[in-house]
């Protein structure tokens, strides 16, 4: 049982951004990526099981439901 929530949220969330407008930035310069895959803002996230998201080259989180 999932739920759903907003990739800024996630990234301040998981501490792979000190803020949302760190993590805007961040997003804006295409570094943010779900499941390996480029996300925009406006990306919401469905957490059905695992989620993998990776705030640049080196810093990665894991969203479970």
């Known amino acids: 049982m999932g739920g759903q929530i907003?990739?800024?949220d996630?990234?301040?969330?998981?501490?792979?951004c000190a803020s949302k407008n760190e993590a805007r930035r961040l997003i804006a310069?295409?570094?943010?990526?779900v499941d390996g895959e480029v996300a925009g803002e406006d990306a919401t996230i469905?957490?059905?099981?695992?989620?993998?998201?990776s705030a640049g080259k080196k810093k990665?989180?894991?969203l479970t439901a």
Do not use: K, P, T, Y
């Not at 310069?29 to 990526?33: I, L, S, V």
């Not at 469905?46 to 998201?53: D, F, G, Q």
């Open 29 to 33: 310069q295409g570094g943010a990526r």
């Open 46 to 53: 469905a957490v059905a099981s695992e989620v993998r998201i």
């Open 10 to 16: 996630a990234l301040v969330g998981l501490g792979l």
């Open 6 to 8: 907003g990739l800024v």
């Open 60 to 62: 990665h989180g894991l």
